[in-house]
């Protein structure tokens, strides 16, 4: 169903208020059936837990218009086009800004191939090489754009579409020396970010972005990493993820080559080539958005709100131990939770934890 002009405003908005999160995203979006109706209730919703205010509507207009100048595509969740494996991430993110051609999205499969920004030259070649494979055998081949492994492989997957996620908006085009490379992804592939346009990456984005790479596909192949490595956290995403996770070995005496051994060691699928990749989807898989955990919304008054409070640490707690801990319904203490990470009194996490 395409969703109302009103109603992407309202979504956008929604995102982009301080302690809405993908989860507390989706949460209202259950409690309240709509992004519009979860707006018109926000005041009520903040007012007896904290003091919270939407994200301004001037500010919304302005991201809108920012993507309008560069000629990028805003996708939200919901939309008939937002990418399905993406949808099978618990949760998935709210917003993605896409410039090129976001029909690599979902045209055909998705595979990641990431690794070390200083890499060496056999491992630049193997990730060319592979990643060109891969784009013949009618992979999308989705990488960050970083230096090194990341950049060899939309060089090599450029002929057949190739998607970079990064982790400022779809213009912040680093590192700076990939600037040509950008251009050429904007005109044969793909950008996506879930930054706003004009946004400058941070360290905490790339966490944000790396989980997205490993979101988008079926499964992520890392060609050189040390054993404290970004691509070996894209990696751990995509096993939490259900992917499939592949390495290319290397030799012991190159630290680039621990991180991919190491992956080998711990049940990752060894990947000398694309027939290894394609041996390991010889049966074919589909994924599906996992089940959704909507409870019935009930009003919590005042006091069970503050009795939920105070039950909370920092360590996360399942949300339905909480109900049992307070003899409260767990519809009201979802919605009592809801509120209360509204205005930062709680922390909504994956799989129903909760924290303070």
């Excluded at 979504?11 to 018109?40: C, H, I, K, N, Y």
């Excluded at 990488?143 to 090194?148: F, P, Q």
């Excluded at 993820?241 to 051994?261: H, I, Y």
């Excluded at 955990?293 to 919590?300: I, L, M, R, V």
Aim: aromatic share 4%; hydrophobic share 45%.
């Amino acid at each position: 169903m395409t969703l109302t002009a009103g109603e992407r405003f309202a979504r956008l908005r929604l995102a982009r208020t301080d302690r809405v999160g993908p989860v507390a995203f989706r949460q209202l979006l259950q409690r309240f059936g709509s992004a519009e109706a979860a707006v018109e209730a926000w005041p009520r919703l903040t007012a007896r837990v904290g003091d919270a205010g939407l994200c301004p509507s001037a500010e919304v207009q302005s991201e809108l218009d920012a993507g309008a100048a560069i000629g990028a595509r805003l996708i939200l969740l919901g939309d008939p086009d937002y990418p399905p494996a993406l949808a099978a991430v618990d949760p998935p993110p709210p917003v993605l800004w896409t410039l090129g051609d976001p029909e690599l999205l979902v045209r055909r499969p998705c595979i990641a191939v990431v690794g070390a920004r200083v890499a060496s030259a056999g491992g630049l070649r193997i990730a060319r090489g592979l990643a060109a494979q891969l784009g013949e055998a009618g992979w999308t081949v989705v990488s960050g754009l970083a230096r090194g492994i990341d950049g060899a492989a939309h060089e090599g997957a450029l002929p057949s579409g190739t998607v970079a996620v990064l982790g400022g908006g779809v213009d912040d085009v680093y590192p700076p020396d990939h600037a040509d490379l950008h251009r050429r992804l904007v005109l044969e592939g793909c950008v996506v970010s879930e930054r706003p346009p004009g946004a400058r990456a941070q360290a905490k984005d790339f966490p944000r972005r790396n989980r997205i790479i490993a979101g988008l596909c079926r499964g992520v192949i890392v060609v050189e990493a040390e054993l404290r490595s970004g691509s070996l956290i894209t990696a751990r995403q995509a096993a939490d993820q259900g992917r499939e996770v592949f390495a290319v070995p290397g030799s012991p005496l190159d630290p680039r080559s621990r991180g991919t051994n190491d992956l080998i060691r711990n049940g990752a699928a060894l990947c000398e080539g694309v027939d290894d990749v394609e041996r390991a989807f010889s049966t074919l898989r589909t994924l599906s958005e996992p089940p959704v955990d909507a409870p019935d919304y009930e009003e919590p008054d005042d006091a069970l709100i503050e009795q939920v409070a105070a039950l909370l640490s920092p360590t996360p707690t399942p949300r339905d131990e909480l109900a049992r801990a307070v003899g409260a319904p767990a519809g009201a203490v979802a919605a009592a939770l809801l509120e209360l990470s509204l205005v930062g009194r709680a922390t909504l996490l994956p799989g129903g934890l909760v924290s303070a």
